[in-house]
């Protein structure tokens, strides 16, 4: 787990995945990071806008938990900002009130029950 820590891309860290055969992107946070592939829970970027929309407008959205097996996986990036450019777990907690981590992690619903 120590490595994990060094390179960044330990359980929990939100990221951007670019996957091949089929070309897809994935937002979401890691589950595990193994030889094997890559298991995380987010969002298939072509409908992050529109569970941000559904979130926003109180319907429920739940992020999907999935594994990616590493001969998909293209690149996987931190979802940092860069000047003038929010991450997109910036904008998901803008556009829907939500911390994406609280998102990402099932805490959405207790989170929004007690006000916050």
Do not use: H, Y
């Amino acid at each position: 787990m120590q490595s994990e820590q060094q390179n960044g891309f330990g359980v929990g860290t939100v990221v951007l995945v670019t996957l091949n055969n089929p070309r897809e992107k994935f937002w979401g946070a890691i589950v595990e990071l193994a030889p094997a592939g890559l298991t995380i829970r987010g969002l298939d970027l072509d409908c992050f806008e529109d569970s941000a929309s559904q979130l926003q407008g109180g319907e429920a959205v739940e992020p999907g938990l999935v594994f990616f097996p590493m001969q998909r996986v293209e690149r996987i990036e931190l979802d940092t900002s860069a000047p003038g450019i929010p991450s997109l777990a910036e904008r998901f907690a803008t556009k829907t009130g939500v911390e994406s981590e609280r998102f990402l992690t099932g805490q959405r619903a207790r989170s929004r029950k007690g006000g916050t």
